[in-house]
């Protein structure tokens, strides 16, 4: 069996980290500024807001004057110092390696970004795969990084993805022919987005429905 899981917000918690960097950045910078971090997290859209936005907040919330460049690379890499794994997701993944599930982390982003959580978060020695979008030069949902996700798998292989992303994850895997599991945190599937998938409230529960399905 081969498991295809999504990064931020599936094995890490990548938004817990962004918002204690962003409220660290904003406090030590002299602001004691609700409005300003609430715009600043806004603009982040988890990860998926422009990041010129997100500098534009950052500077309103902090009056910082460095270039945009600068603030642009700590707003890339400070908050990966922060970053962890949900609790009981890396023991998880471990009684899985050891059963025998490959196991391929399929993210969108950079690699030094993407590869920087990985080694914070302790999952370097758990993944089989790494396929990230900017070295595989396309982005999830295109199907094609899932089949990037894909090679090598055998005949008969049951393949699976788990994500929190609804049209990156779900609908990506769903376009590449691929059965998704959706973390989905407790927030409802969205009604446009066709048939729900199978559906947990967590990354550890999802890992467990995988677990069921291997030995079953
Ligand atoms: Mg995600």
Known sequence: MRLLIDLDNTLVDRDAAFR?????????????DDDGIAALLAADD???GDR???VR????ATGL?????ILRDRVMTEHVELIRCYPGVVEALRRLREGGVHIAVVSNGTGRQQRAKIARAGLTGL???IVLSEEVGVAKPDPRIFAA??????????IWMIGDNPRA??????????PAIWVSHGRGWPSDHGARPTTVESTTAALELIAAQFTS
Do not use: P
């Open 52 to 54: 010129a936005e997100v």
């Open 149 to 158: 996700a894909c090679a090598g798998t055998e005949d008969g292989e049951q």
């Open 65 to 69: 004057t460095d270039e945009d460049a």
């Open 57 to 60: 907040a950052l500077r309103d």
């Open 169 to 178: 994850d779900v609908l990506g895997a769903r376009d590449a022919g691929l």
């Open 46 to 48: 988890h990860g998926y």
């Open 127 to 129: 993944l089989d795969g």
């Open 20 to 32: 204690a960097w962003v409220r660290s950045t904003v406090r030590g910078s002299g602001g004691d």
